[in-house]
C-alpha cells in the first residue's frame, strides 16, 4: 500500500481554546469546520453570523419607499399616533357592541375604509360581522360631485340589525346621508358611523344616524386635502402608514384640464 503524507495542521478555536489537528487530505477527515466547532448547534452558528448584504433593503426597496410618499407636504399624523388613537375609537365601540343583544353589522365604505376597519375590528372583542359597500362620489379629483352613487352593495342582511358604517373620511356629509338612508331602507333597526378623520368644516349636510346610533370619530381633520392610510388621490397613497398633506401641486394641474 502506498504511503500518504500527512501535514499537520495546529490551530487554536478563538471561543472554546481547544487544539485540533487534522489532516490536509480531505478525503481522511471532515471539514475542519465539523472539527473545530465539535459542540456549536446550527442555531448558535447563525446568531453568530454577521448580517449579510442580503438582508439589507436592496436598491429597488428603497427608491420603492421613497416614491411612495413623493408629493407629501407635511405629515398630519404619525403612525405610532394613528395606531393609539384608533386602540382607543376601538375600546369606545367595543363597549357599545358587547352591550348589544346580538351582533351588529359593521360595513366599510370601499376603497378608502379598509385599512381602518381591518385595524379597528381587530381590537374590538364583541361578535360581528363584517361587509362592505362601495359608493363613489370623487372619482379621481379632490371635490365631491355631490350626487354619491352606490356601485357595489352588501351581501349580509342587516334586517333589524344594528350597523356600523366606517368611513376614511366625512367631509361635505353628502356619501354619509345616502348610504345611511340606502341602509334603513334595507331594514336596519339602527344605524352608527364610524370614521377615521372628521372635517366639519366642509360639511354641507346634517348627517341623521338612525334609532340608537352613536358618532365616532378617530381625528378632527383640518380643510387640506389629505391622503394615507386608505385615503387617496387617483388611487395613490392609500398604502402610506401615516397621514399627510398633499403638496397642491399634485393635483391642481387636473383641475386645469
Request: overall charge neutral.
Amino acid at each position: 500500500m502506498a504511503n500518504i503524507n500527512m501535514v499537520v495542521v495546529t490551530t487554536t478555536t478563538q471561543d472554546s481554546g481547544i487544539l485540533v489537528r487534522f489532516p490536509t487530505n480531505p478525503a481522511s477527515s471532515p471539514p475542519p469546520a465539523q472539527q473545530c466547532l465539535p459542540n456549536k448547534s446550527p442555531a448558535l452558528l447563525a446568531r453568530r453570523r454577521p448580517a449579510t448584504l442580503a438582508a439589507l433593503p436592496t436598491a429597488a426597496a428603497v427608491a420603492t419607499m421613497v416614491s411612495a410618499g413623493a408629493g407629501i407636504e407635511r405629515v398630519l399624523w404619525t403612525e405610532a399616533e394613528v395606531a393609539a388613537r384608533v386602540g382607543e375609537v376601538a375600546a369606545e365601540l367595543a363597549a357599545d357592541l358587547r352591550a348589544l343583544p346580538e351582533p351588529a353589522v359593521v360595513v366599510g365604505v370601499a376603497t378608502g375604509a379598509f385599512l381602518f376597519l381591518a385595524d379597528l375590528v381587530r381590537r374590538v372583542d364583541a361578535p360581528l360581522a363584517v361587509d362592505f359597500v362601495r359608493v363613489e362620489s370623487y372619482g379621481g379629483g379632490t371635490e365631491s360631485s355631490g350626487k354619491p352613487r352606490i356601485t357595489a352593495d352588501l351581501k349580509v342582511d342587516v334586517t333589524g340589525k344594528h350597523v356600523v358604517v366606517v368611513e376614511d373620511i366625512v367631509d361635505t356629509g353628502n356619501t354619509l346621508s345616502c348610504l345611511i338612508a340606502h341602509l334603513e331602507k334595507k331594514g336596519a333597526s339602527s344605524i352608527s358611523v364610524c370614521t377615521f378623520l372628521d372635517k366639519p368644516a366642509r360639511r354641507k349636510v346634517n348627517v341623521q344616524l338612525v334609532g340608537d346610533g352613536k358618532f365616532y370619530s378617530g381625528f378632527e381633520c383640518p380643510d387640506y386635502f389629505v391622503v394615507g392610510y386608505g385615503l387617496d388621490y387617483a388611487e395613490l397613497y392609500r398604502n402610506l402608514p401615516y397621514v399627510g398633506v398633499l403638496k397642491p401641486e399634485m393635483y391642481k394641474k387636473d383641475s386645469s384640464n
